[in-house]
Structures are given as C-alpha cells and as structure tokens.
C-alpha cells in the first residue's frame, strides 16, 4: 500500500493480517473489506468511510480516526482508547461495538446509530451531547462518565449510576428512566 493514499476505493480487499506501517487514507471508502487481525498502528485514516468491513483483533494503537464514518461494520473488542486522541471523531451507525473500550475519550456530540455495545466500556469518558439512537447497551460500563445532554431516548438495556456520572440534561424515555435506578435494586411497576 503506498504511503499516501487519496480518494481511493477499496472492495472486498482481505488485510487480514496485514501489517500497514505508517499510511495515511484520505477520503477512501472501503465497502466489503477485511481487516481482521491487521495491524493498524499508526495509520491516519482522514475523512474515510467503512461499510460492511471486519475489524476482528485489529491492532488500533497509535491509529488516527478523523471524521471517520462505520457503517454495518464488525468492531469487537477493539481499543479505541489506544488511538490518537488529536482530532478522534467517528460515526457509528448499524455496527457490533461489543466489549470495545472508550475508555477516557473525548467524544463529544459523537453518534452511535442503531449499534450493538454490549459491555463496552464508557469509563471516564467525555460524551457531552453523545447521541445513542437505538443502541442495545447491556452491560456496558458507564463510571465517573460525562453524559451530560447524551440522547438515550431509544437506547435499551442501560444501567447508568447518576450519582457516579454527569447527567444532567442528559434525555431517557419514560421507560428508559428504570435504567437509572439499577443500583437500588427495586421493583417499579
């Protein structure tokens, strides 16, 4: 892969296993591809869009995500907390974010569209006016998390402590509220 690659498609290209180096993506669109136990360290992936790719084991250390959109894409277990925090910003719609790590991040005003995130981890994270249309939640750790005017309205299966997280004008449905509750171990009906 050369070192600068700019408005390039990519189609059903197997990385698995790659190895990338130092490479920047600008503006590429990969559809159908898989990079499943690639290592991604240190590549820039700018203005790029991912529909229907793989991430399985992927390597993101050091990665720079910026302006990135996922869509129906496969991203279990990965470390964003690992990639370059200078300008982190991604879209999330229709993906399998399930026991990925946010850990710390700031992700301000960041969307999360309609994603499976069982037990992802939220913990000490920045997600001011986060948006999680949709999103199945079970188990995911939200602790010392900032969520303040987060959109919850159609998530499901969360359980947020408002003692140990910001929530203030943060938005539940009605029954969403219950999710909130948790921790006293109460019957509501």
């Known amino acids: 892969m050369n070192p ?12 698995s296993g790659t190895s990338f180096g130092k490479v920047e993506m600008d503006n590429c669109r990969f559809e159908s591809c ?4 690639s290592d991604l360290t240190q590549v820039e992936f ?3 869009e991912f529909i229907n790719c793989n991430f399985s084991m992927a390597e993101i250390r050091d ?3 910026r302006n990135v959109h996922f869509k129906h894409c496969k ?3 990965l470390r964003f907390d690992l990639c370059k925090p200078f300008l982190l910003s991604f879209h999330f719609q229709s ?3 399930s026991y990925s790590s946010f850990f710390k991040l700031k992700m301000k005003e960041m969307a999360f569209i309609k994603c499976s995130m069982v037990e992802a981890d939220f913990t000490d994270a920045n997600l001011i006016k986060a948006n999680f249309e949709g999103c199945d939640l079970s188990r995911a750790t939200f602790s ?5 005017g987060a959109d919850f309205r159609t998530a499901i299966n969360y359980s947020i402590d408002p ?3 910001k929530i203030s004008k943060a938005k539940f449905s009605i029954d969403g509220v219950l999710g909130l509750l948790d921790k006293y171990d109460i019957k509501v009906s």
């Open 4 to 15: 600068l690659n700019i408005d390039t498609k990519f189609e059903q290209e197997d990385f």
């Open 34 to 37: 898989n990079f499943s136990n």
């Open 46 to 48: 700018n203005e790029c």
């Open 63 to 65: 990665t720079a995500f």
């Open 75 to 77: 991203l279990i277990g």
């Open 95 to 97: 993906c399998q974010l």
């Open 144 to 148: 010392n998390t900032n969520l303040q």
């Open 163 to 165: 003692e140990t997280n």
